[in-house]
């Protein structure tokens, strides 16, 4: 005899269900929901000493087909992506490869000198380098005694 277990929800305990939604759905609706539904490439930021890091990852794009505006201190980095237009003879079975455009937006504190940001775009990677502000020190004053 063989016992085969069915993963019925109708008869889950209600701490199942709910421990099903909390653990399971971040995972499933991770980087892949994110990235489909609300057109957002994945972003990395570091720091180090002198500067943050931005990189965005988008290949198939050129350094012509991003946005890069400063607006107070909303940093927003866009990217648009046209399809071509071509008349092919051979019929598509599947076609996955779209156009996509995206919007990413930050906010940029005090400490950047926005004045210095600058952008580079090289093997699918937009690198945004966001230097900081010399810290300004007070200068040592010397007290006379009177």
Known sequence: MTLV?????????FDGLLNDLFNDM???FGKTFREDVFNFPPVNITENATA????????GMEKTDFTLKLNGNLLTISGSKKEEVKEETAKSIRKEFSSKSFKRSFTVD?????ANIAAKYEQGI?????PKKEEVKPAAKEITIL
Do not use: G, Q
């Open 26 to 28: 971040p995972s499933a």
């Open 110 to 114: 005090e400490k950047i000198d926005a």
């Open 52 to 59: 943050y890091l931005i990189e965005v990852a988008a290949p």
């Open 126 to 130: 937009l690198n945004v380098t966001l």
């Open 5 to 13: 277990k069915v993963n019925n929800p109708a008869t889950r305990t």
